[in-house]
């Protein structure tokens, strides 16, 4: 099996949600990156380090929360 990254081709899927369930979703990824930012500490934008593998959760949900956000805006 191709791991992610080693420069295989991925496929893309599309998934379609409505949008009740998109805002569902929003509204836990938001709850769930908040509390990530708690533990870590994280009160303003400043305090989170780029560098700390820690914070690779935190982003992925920001990450996520802004695909969903763009999704809904397009509609």
């Not at 369930?21 to 769930?32: I, V």
């Amino acid at each position: 099996a191709a791991a992610l990254g080693d420069g295989e081709d991925t496929e893309v899927v599309d998934i379609a949600l409505p949008p009740d369930s998109a805002r569902s979703w929003m509204r836990a990824l938001a709850a769930l990156r908040l509390v990530v930012a708690s533990r870590l500490g994280i009160d303003h934008e400043d305090d989170h380090d780029v560098d700390d593998p820690r914070f690779g959760v935190y982003d992925w949900l920001g990450y996520r929360l802004e695909g969903l956000v763009d999704a809904l805006s397009d509609d």
